[in-house]
């Protein structure tokens, strides 16, 4: 029995790299190769495995800890004479690689050069499969931007770009296998860089070295290129078993992804970058959506997939744009304001006498009056009376915003979905020429050309069902307004005068608003100030 020391062997030019997994505890028997730590660098993560068969007598790293070739990562007690041949067996081979260094002449600057980029150094895994392919013709790539990743019996790795360029064919394609020194493509380079030959035999090296380096500089830095199997990625030793390249697993860990929430679409259970991309567009998707995280951190679970067609035959089709836009919203503003509707009714009876009466005269000036402008003039008229409500809640969470300005949208139902072009200064515009406003605005909503302009800075909104029927609804604020007027269908009901029921057309009125800017009672007075206005038109001469 004797004791041997580990150490961190040769990192293939990568002078500190983070220890990011302890595979093995104090006690365990592991066989030569098995892996005992894994770290990662910049660009590649590898196992460091046991140099010999034995029992772990110790491990002085922990993860999260930095170590650089020969540090100490712990002892291992192993059979008498295993220690010396696995010393040997570890040394790396420097002098091929200086040899394999030596010689590459550097193309004239600024020349425009076609370089066949072959497989590098494998390690002395011969024929690897290749798994993925990272790049297209076309595509710009820097220096170690990933070109494929390569998979052998125990590991995978990225095989980076030798140098900047423009990659303008690929030679390879996924399930084939490859070799060290097989083609892999072509790279149209602009010399006056690194020379190509050089770096690409450095799939792990984070740094580009000196052209023509000196036999003894070359000695000194361990060649980049992988050598035996600790060299390669095992990169299912990580994270649970997720099999990644280590470009796939760098990008994971600088957009803090947990990989194994990843669905892998790739041989063997791979996570691609294609994965993570399409990973991380479902989450911001969710998040838009107000399915997850939304505001304060709302964590509500997503809705079930369900596949409809088991109960019927079903037709499936593309949202339209508007309507995407429209249930984000309405899901952002569900979720981040407190509702609270309080209900009324308008006896409108004199008003729509008044409105009859007007009817013939709006239509000799082209105008259609219909109860929605004094809809937007009562509402006007209660946004001066109530200014509280003409407010919008300051981003920071400790201001409000007042506004002197009365600009107030109208919801308006269109075959795309639902568009709330706004009606600017409604308090200084009069009844006609709100309704020949409000008219267009439909109509341009309709036809679908409103611009962005048409329907931003409304301070509240007016939406009327009442055409259309029904005797109530709750409307949702659309934020960051604070208030909203759901407006139902106009209906003849009885009521009491004192001495005796009337029948009076009543027009019944929801006011949604956020409870965080506005209080019970001015939503009160709002709503009785407003339903008094449509009762008593003359009021908006007061
Ligand atoms: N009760 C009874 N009748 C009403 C009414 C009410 N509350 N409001 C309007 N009407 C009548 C009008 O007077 C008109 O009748 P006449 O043709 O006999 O004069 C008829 O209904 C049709 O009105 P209109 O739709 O042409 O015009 P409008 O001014 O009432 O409405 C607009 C304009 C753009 C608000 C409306 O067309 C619309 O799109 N409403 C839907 C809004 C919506 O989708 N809201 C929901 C948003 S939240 O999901």
């Keep these: 029995m004797a004791k041997q020391v580990i150490k961190v062997p040769d990192l293939g030019g990568a002078d500190q790299v983070d220890v990011i997994e302890i595979a093995v505890a104090v006690g365990d028997t592991v066989a030569e190769e098995d892996a005992l730590i894994v770290v990662e ?3 590649a993560s590898m196992d460091v495995p046991a140099p010999v068969a034995g029992k772990i007598l110790s491990i002085s790293v922990k993860e999260g800890d930095k170590v650089a070739e020969g540090d100490v990562i712990g002892e291992i007690e192993t059979e008498a004479g295993a220690a010396e041949e696995a010393e040997s067996a570890a040394e790396p081979e420097q002098a091929e690689a200086a040899e394999e260094q030596a010689g590459e002449a550097p193309a004239a600057e600024g020349e425009e050069k076609e370089e066949t980029i072959k497989v590098p150094d494998l390690g002395g895994a011969e024929s ?56 892999l493509g072509v790279l149209k380079v602009v010399s006056g860089a690194a020379p190509a030959k050089k770096a690409a035999e450095k799939p792990a090296a984070k740094e580009e070295k000196p052209s023509e380096p000196s036999a003894a500089e070359a000695a000194a830095e361990p060649p980049a290129a992988p050598k035996k199997d600790q060299y390669l990625e095992r990169d299912h030793t990580v994270s649970a078993e997720v099999y990644a390249g280590p470009a796939v697993r760098k990008l994971a860990r600088e957009l803090g992804v947990t990989l194994n929430k990843v669905k892998p679409s790739g041989p063997r259970n791979r996570v691609t970058k294609d994965d993570l991309h399409a990973y991380i567009k479902e989450q911001v998707k969710k998040a838009e959506s107000g399915a997850v995280g939304v505001g304060g951190g709302i964590g509500i679970a997503p809705m079930p997939e369900i596949d409809f067609s088991q109960f019927g035959p079903v037709k499936v089709e593309p949202m339209t744009k508007i309507h995407k836009l429209t249930a984000a919203n309405m899901s952002r503003n569900w979720l981040n304001v407190p509702h609270v509707t309080q209900f009324d009714d308008a006896d409108i009876t004199e008003l729509e006498a008044f409105r009859k009466s007007m009817k013939a005269e ?9 109860p929605v402008p004094f809809l937007l003039k009562a509402a006007a008229a209660a946004l001066r ?62 036809d679908g050309k409103l611009k962005p302009r048409d329907m931003q800075g409304a301070c509240f909104t007016i939406s009327s069902l009442g055409a259309i029927g029904g005797t109530g609804f709750t409307p949702i604020v659309n934020a960051p307004e604070v208030g909203i007027l759901g407006v139902s269908k106009l209906a003849v009901k009885p009521v009491w005068n004192g001495n005796e029921f009337v029948p009076r057309e009543m027009l019944p009125l929801a006011l949604s608003y956020d409870h965080r800017a506005v209080n019970g009672g001015d939503a009160g007075r709002f709503l009785t100030y407003l339903a008094g206005v449509l009762g008593d038109v003359r009021r908006l001469l007061l």
């Design 41 to 43: 660098g910049d660009k």
């Design 128 to 183: 690897v499969d290749v798994i993925e392919i990272s790049v297209q013709p076309g595509d710009e790539v820097a220096e170690g931007d990933s070109l494929i990743v390569v998979e052998g019996d125990k590991a995978s790795m990225d095989v980076p770009s030798p140098s900047a360029g423009i990659v303008v064919s690929i030679a390879v394609k996924e399930g084939d296998k490859v070799s060290t020194g097989d083609d």
């Design 362 to 370: 709006a239509e000799k000036r082209g105008v259609k009056l219909t």
């Design 385 to 446: 009376e109530v200014p509280n409500f003409n407010v919008s809640l300051h981003n920071d969470g400790e201001q409000i915003v007042r506004k002197d300005y009365v600009h107030i949208g109208m919801a308006v139902d269109t075959p795309k979905g639902l568009m709330v072009p706004v009606i600017r200064d409604v308090d200084k515009k009069g009844l006609y020429e709100l309704a020949e406003e409000a008219t267009a605005l439909a109509l341009a909503a309709r």
